[in-house]
């Protein structure tokens, strides 16, 4: 047999059979190993420093201080050295193996002694790991794009409309147009997709059946539950799963974001919405931060762009309603017949609080959201011409959830310009403001409570001499239960005080008491 030197010998016998031991080197003697080459042995090392004759270029250095700081299964020689050249008969590599076999033994059978006191816990996890691959599994083989992200919302409201007053005859009208209880739904399928991570495509898709409800095409159906999907034409889409949105968003450079789409909508493309109210839309005039002129959310064909930096915001863009119509009389983008939204917003929001203030230019016959019928119907037929709309909103919220509400407020005022003389009675400017408070964690940890008071947009001058009489106020007060982490029941009332505002017999009154109970779904 060749004997090899003392390193070589040691690596090529230990190298593949040790692992590191959790005790300390200095606890092991090798008293198996009495003698090397007939020196006798000393204590085992602690440190490859304590070799005087062994240095880091020597082609073992490496293996020889794994074993005695990791394995601690190596001693030297009284005079303090390794002796690394010398031979290693077969009873000292027995020895040193023997040893360290031991060390490797203790660890082992304490290994099996936790292994046995753990067993159900070891169970249970390897139970867990097999659980998980077959939902990865099962994930991996389902999922319909590695690129978009789905979410849903259904939505069930059961509801009716109660009306007083003196005006008999209205009130008669209104309980027959509107008076019956009915339950409508409303689903909306959100697509987001992302290519880049920092870009979005959108799609929307919807379906409703609000048009022929309590709540739907009747007089008062721009005040009242905010359930009213445009398919193109003004009503909701009848039973029928239609495109809501589609548009895409990408940033541009570090401040910049674009979006365009073939239908958007005006709140797609602003860098801030300056409301927190509601948590769960009810009555539709709430929703359109005090000024509906100038907050329109008009939807169809469009584009924008807004720049941010920090808490400062710019947003422009331009929607037109009708902007897929080929027809220049009746459609187009950017002729007088667009019924088009141009908007710009300034807009300076922090992590609980913002303001904004909005201008948005809008053509003739475009929908202004949240009117009276007087100041609907007075624009619609009256023109050609477009309307200036101001708006000043902006929202504070509490850093910690209590007893203090958020609040969201806004105002807004609009102008009336006509491209030709109009009849003396024109709507020439209205206002309309709104306040709403929320309650975060009311009465439970999960559940919210609101309350909201404004007006709708009014008529407040026209033209000539005439004086309107266009006033309306608008209450609600709702409470949204968290039954689930995915299912929330939200009962409301709502009172609209004059929702005919000029149009009410003169001397007489007319009000709406409403209820309804909304359950929303989401996943």
């Not at 003697?29 to 440190?47: E, I, W």
């Not at 700081?69 to 027995?94: I, W």
């Not at 968003?249 to 602003?270: E, H, S, W, Y």
């Amino acid at each position: 047999m060749v004997l090899r030197s003392r390193p070589t010998t040691i690596a090529l016998l230990l190298g593949g059979l040790l692992t590191p031991l959790a005790a300390s080197a200095a606890d092991l003697r090798l008293d198996a190993v009495n003698s090397y080459a007939g020196g006798k042995a000393q204590d085992q090392v602690t440190s490859i420093s304590q070799f005087s004759d062994v240095r880091p270029t020597d082609w073992a250095y490496q293996a020889l201080s794994n074993l005695v700081e990791r394995y601690g299964c190596v001693a030297g020689y009284p005079n303090g050295t390794f002796a690394g050249g010398k031979a290693l008969s077969r009873y000292e590599a027995a020895a040193l193996l023997n040893a360290c076999l031991d060390r490797v033994t203790e660890v082992t059978d304490e290994l099996k002694r936790l292994m046995k006191e753990f067993e159900k816990e070891l169970a249970v996890l390897k139970g867990r790991v097999d659980g998980l691959d077959a939902k990865v599994g099962e994930l991996e083989a389902t999922q319909f794009s590695t690129t978009t992200k789905l979410d849903g919302m259904a939505v069930f409201v059961i509801g009716a409309n109660a009306f007083g007053g003196s005006a008999s005859k209205r009130v008669d009208q209104a309980k027959t147009t509107e008076g019956g209880t009915t339950f409508n739904y409303d689903l909306e399928l959100n697509f987001d997709t992302s290519f880049s991570g920092k870009d979005l495509l959108r799609a929307v898709l919807r379906a409703g059946n609000f048009a022929d409800s309590a709540f739907g095409n009747g007089g008062l159906n721009e005040l009242e539950v905010a359930f009213q999907q445009d398919c193109g034409s003004g009503a909701d889409c009848g039973n029928v799963v239609a495109i809501d949105k589609l548009f895409y968003q990408f940033p541009i450079g570090k401040n910049f974001t674009a979006t365009a789409g073939g239908r958007v909508g005006q709140d797609d493309m602003l860098a801030v919405w300056p409301s927190v109210y509601p948590a769960d839309t009810i009555l539709d005039v709430f929703t359109y931060s005090g000024a509906p002129g100038a907050y329109n959310k008009n939807l169809g064909p469009g584009g924008g762009l807004w720049w941010k930096d920090n808490a400062w915001s710019v947003s422009a863009n331009y929607v037109a309603a009708v902007g897929d119509v080929g027809a220049p009389g009746a459609g187009g983008i950017g002729n007088p017949n667009s019924q088009g939204t141009g908007t710009v917003q300034v807009a300076y929001a922090k992590d609980n609080w913002a303001l904004a203030g909005a201008y948005s230019y809008v053509q003739q016959n475009t929908e202004i959201p949240g009117t009276t019928p007087f100041a609907a119907g007075n624009w619609d037929t009256t023109g050609p011409g477009h309307l200036n709309a101001f708006g000043l909103s902006g929202f504070w919220q509490p850093s910690t959830t209590g007893w203090v509400p958020s609040i969201s407020a806004g105002w807004g005022y609009n102008s009336y310009d006509y491209d030709q003389g109009v009849s003396s009675g024109s709507l020439k400017a209205s206002q309309s403001w709104s306040v709403g408070l929320q309650w975060d964690k009311a009465f439970a940890d999960a559940n919210a409570l609101g309350f909201a008071v404004g007006q709708p947009v009014f008529a407040t001058s026209l033209t000539g001499d005439a004086t309107p009489h266009d006033g309306n106020y608008a209450f609600e007060l709702w409470y949204k239960i968290q039954a689930t982490d995915h299912i929330s029941v939200t009962p409301e009332i709502y009172y609209l005080s004059r929702p005919d505002g000029q149009e009410t017999p003169s001397g007489k009154s007319f009000d709406n008491l409403g209820a309804v109970l909304k359950t929303t779904f989401k996943f």
